[in-house]
Each structure stands twice: as C-alpha cells, then as structure tokens.
DNA sequence: GTCATATATGAATTACTATTCACGTATTGA
DNA sequence: TCAATACGTGAATAGTAATTCATATATGAC
C-alpha cells in the first residue's frame, strides 16, 4: 500500500499528499493546480445541489416569474406549504432568496443573479436536447 | 380542506390542480407557465445534482483540465480510484463524461460543453463571494 | 497459458435529505 | 381578547446516495 512508484518526482509537491499509483505526473499536478480551495469547492457544490432537486428547481422557476407568497408558491408547484417552507429556509440560508414581509404575507423572491444565469443557461442547453431526441 | 375559495377564477385552468389556497391567480398562472415540462425538468435536476457533489466537482474541474485516466483522477482528487469510478459511471450515464480506452487505461474527458460553461461561470460568482466576505 | 495492473461493479453500510405531521409564532380583523 | 390565516419549525419517517470492501473483467507483459 505504501509503495513508492512515482513519488520521487511528486516529492517537491508538498500539497500532493497521494502519492499512490500516479501514471501521469503532470497531469495530476496540473489537476490538482485548478482544484478550487475548499470552501470555494464546497460553495459551488451546494449551489448546484440546491439547484440539483426538483422541487428547489421548480421554486427559482417560479420565482424567476414572479415575487411570490410561500402558499402561492405551494400552489404552483404542486407542494405542500410546508415542504416549501422548509426548502425556502435552505434557498434562504444559501442567499439564493430573499423573504419580504407584507402583513401575513411573506414575498419571496430570487436574491441572486447569477442564480438566474444559472439557470436559464442550463434550461437553455438542456432544452435544445430534450427537443433533439424527442 | 376541500375549500373553494378563488377556485371559480381557476376552473378554467385544466393545468392547475392545486386549488387550494390561492392568493394571487395570476402570479400562480405565470409561474406555472413557465414550469419546464416534466422531462426537461427532471434533466435540469439531474445535471445540478450531479455537479452538487463535491466528489463529482473534483473530477469536473480535474477534466476541465486534462483527460485522465482513473487513476490518476483519483489521486489528483485524494478519493480511491472505486469511489471514482462509481461516480464516473453516472456522469457517463449523464452524458457529461466519455471514456477512451488505451491499453490498460481509461482516459476520462468532459462530453458536454455547456456543463464546462455551468461550471466556469458558478466557478466565477462564486470566486467572487469569496474573495468578497474572506 | 500465468501474473500483474487498471478499471468496473455488486453488496453492504453509513449518512444524508425530502417530505409529512403536529405544533408554534405572527399578523389581521372582529 | 379571540378567532382565523400565513408561515415557520422540530421530530420522525422513508427514500436516496456516497463510500468501502471484495471481487470480477480486461488488457498487457512474460
């Protein structure tokens, strides 16, 4: 398990600390080079997951539309107003939305531009292809 | 539960199954048309979600780079070459990744452009935030 | 053929996550 | 103050998913 292949010439990068059965070296030093920085990596992964369900999905694509109120909102997605109101805290914690309280209402809104580019990006690619191989 | 409240305005909607409680009809009629259809939708999903896992980023942003072979992916990655070969599996499943046999080795690239353009551009925001409130 | 390497995969375990249900809080109006 | 409405939230459940371990397959060296 410790065997020492290559690392003779991974030894003088400190910061590759798997050393284990590299084929080709520069390629790995280069990979590991462009790897963003933890929290940056950890940022963007819970970005997409909260684009990555569903009902989180269809909550930007309404609020994409409209500013809405949570019960509104249940009703367009077809979700209970519970659940939204659980998946808004999320959107909420992530800065992906804003709530702005109006008398019993709560308006919800998309908080984040580059959420929306995000989106519509993505829904512009994977439309193209849900109509190709229709 | 069976409360009838504002769905007169909504009965000529057959789209709108959730009657219940609706506040603002034309907001809710505006969200849900611009609700992707159910294929779509579920795509959108699957392509974030697979670029939600910190795991699956890392390969991302290692092929974004080179073509790798697994070995060297997981050692540029610090994940064992098992874990990173189930992972493969289902961005080859998503079209996102495509393997190349050579000899002994499978060389991995990215297989879809616009998933290197989602990931550069959350790369960009979120780089910004980060550098931002570090 | 045998052996070693590189990758794939199945099963099991573990951890996480989305929803539901029940209840709590906040605001409005009578 | 009391009732009703809109939203938030904690606990529990159920479904999913990521990793590990063991093993299988595939290629090349000998």
Redesign the pocket.
Known sequence: MARPRKSDQLAAMADLVCDD?V?HVDAVRAARAALPEGRTLAGLAEVF?ALG????LKIIAALAQNEM????LAASIA?????V??????LRALGLVR?R?E?????YALDDAHVTALYSQALDHVGHRTTEDA
Chains 1, 2 share one sequence.
């Open positions: 059965r084929v997951a369900d569903p009902t989180r109120c949570v019960c509104d979700t209970s107003e519970s659940a109101s659980h998946q808004l805290r999320g709530g309280r008398g019993r209402l709560v308006y």
